[in-house]
């Protein structure tokens, strides 16, 4: 009974304490129903990717080679801002021309030898793909180190090469053949077709650089070629201008010396510019220039104050409208897309794609970001 008393004052209390009723505000003006004709509408639908995959594709990322593929494309797979000093981390793969995946994105950077002296460029593809070795986490915070395997191949993949890590990019010699210093010490130099054509072991350059040499910029040793010739430059601080250079390396005969080979004559350096490209219209041109066709474009903002970038050729004629690709990646300044092999790079709506000189989409993927 107490019980019973005890939940009926409850159920009084809270009756008293509610809320007296509110009288209902009338309108001050009719309100006039708005009617929608759904029928009218579009439904959104998200852009449609636009891919197969190669027989040859592998979720490891290793290239595998073919003589299927034609000439390679890099593409953009993820983006991903950080708050580091390095800015954002681009992920880039491997795609054919006629929209195939070859490889997923892996790579860090997709680099088309180039010689910079002639503005030519070579027939070797340089993929860097990075490798963890330790991971660490302290009060401040976790970090990765590591370093990037090489992978050599040709511009169409009939050939691929897997290196140990390179120290800087490679150096283009006569015959165009490549010279790439390992960071083991080594300097290894290739044929075109990927087959060694001269290699110089860490043990044949020890006596001038000592023991477990590392090559660095930041007081050497470092390496470059001059006229075939290659040249190591170390810090000394006993020489007049503190620096000299240790050894001298000879690509032909394989030999390693302390003074150049006989006849050698350093050269008067003539960098020649690339050509560039304007037309009336149009501000802040950028010169583009195809690596497998070395056809120019011009990307430019028109002048009308409508701030759209178009790409030309040539001729000042418009390839694509308002085409942009807002990624600085592979050399190449925020908003300019590239062309490759007649194919046109640019974004729309978080997607990469590539088109075709008439206008026509061969390849639609998905730009990864923070938050897929």
Not at 38 to 50: A, G, I, R
Not at 336 to 344: A, F, L, N
Request: a negative charge.
């Amino acid at each position: 009974m107490k019980r019973l008393t005890i939940s009926l004052l409850a159920l009084i209390l809270l009756t008293g304490c509610a809320s007296p009723a509110l009288e209902p505000i009338p309108d001050s003006k009719p309100v006039s129903p708005v009617y929608t004709d759904w029928s009218k509408l579009t439904p959104y639908e998200p852009v449609k990717e636009q891919y197969t995959y190669a027989d040859t594709y592998r979720d490891d990322g290793i290239l595998q080679p073919s003589g299927d593929y034609d000439f390679l494309l890099p593409y953009i797979g993820s983006y991903l801002d950080t708050d580091s000093y390095m800015g954002p981390l681009t992920t880039l793969g491997l795609v054919t021309a006629d929209g195939r995946l070859v490889t997923p994105p892996v790579y860090a950077e997709i680099e088309r030898v180039k010689d910079w002296q002639t503005q030519t460029y070579a027939p070797f593809l340089l993929l860097y793909r990075g490798e963890v070795t330790g991971r660490y986490e302290n009060e401040w915070g976790s970090w990765v180190v590591g370093d990037f395997n090489l992978t050599v191949a040709a511009p169409d993949g009939n050939w691929a090469r897997e290196l140990p890590p390179c120290y800087g990019g490679g150096q283009l010699l006569s015959g165009d053949r490549l010279a790439l210093a390992l960071t083991d010490g080594s300097v290894l130099i290739l044929n075109t077709d990927g087959s060694t054509a001269m290699s110089f072991p860490a043990s044949a350059l020890e006596p001038y650089l000592g023991k477990g040499f590392i090559w660095q910029w930041d007081g050497g040793p470092s390496l470059d070629w001059v006229n075939n010739v290659g040249r190591v430059w170390k810090y000394d601080e006993n020489s007049p201008d503190n620096s000299h250079f240790a050894c001298w390396l000879d690509p032909d005969t394989g030999a390693v010396t302390a003074d150049p080979p006989p006849g050698f004559v350093e050269p008067e350096y003539d960098y020649q510019e690339g050509p560039e490209l304007a037309f009336p219209g149009y501000k802040n041109c950028t010169t583009l220039t195809d690596p497998v066709t070395g056809k120019l474009y011009c990307h430019g903002t028109r002048t009308d104050g409508s701030n759209i970038r178009n790409l030309l050729d040539e001729q000042g004629q418009i390839i694509r409208k308002n085409c942009e690709l807002p990624y600085p990646v592979m050399g190449i300044g925020w908003g300019s897309p590239w062309v490759w092999d007649d194919r046109i790079a640019c974004s729309e709506d978080g997607v990469f794609c590539y088109y075709d000189l008439n206008g026509t989409c061969v390849f639609r993927r998905t730009i990864q970001r923070n938050l897929d």
